[in-house]
């Protein structure tokens, strides 16, 4: 009789190559949904950050890194009007005056 370890290690290359398949996917959607996002620089920065970021970024440590691998595919995407200068100055400063 296996254990119930042996079974999880026998089941992890099947759901690597699932999760690879997953990211594969949505690398697909996001390049192609990528030139219908951002529109004028400063509103859509201030929308990402209160929608998207913040809420996300406080709720554990494995969000807050999921908050900033995203951010940094928006920016590997070229995402366009995506200003990655403006949001690195907004989140230092909203984060340095939180910890202040």
């Not at 951002?38 to 440590?61: F, H, N, T």
């Not at 900033?68 to 909203?94: C, G, M, N, W």
Request: net charge positive.
């Amino acid at each position: 009789m296996a254990l119930p370890e042996q079974d999880a290690l026998k089941r992890l290359p099947e759901e690597l190559k699932a999760q690879e398949a997953n990211a594969a996917r949505v690398n697909l959607f996001l390049t192609r949904a990528r030139p219908f996002w951002m529109c004028d620089r400063k509103g859509m920065l201030y929308a990402y950050l209160q929608q998207c970021i913040l809420p996300r970024v406080v709720y554990s440590p494995p969000d807050a890194a999921f908050c900033a691998k995203f951010t940094q595919r928006l920016h590997e995407l070229a995402v366009p009007f995506f200003p990655t200068i403006l949001y690195l100055d907004t989140v230092s400063h909203l984060f340095h005056d939180a910890l202040v």
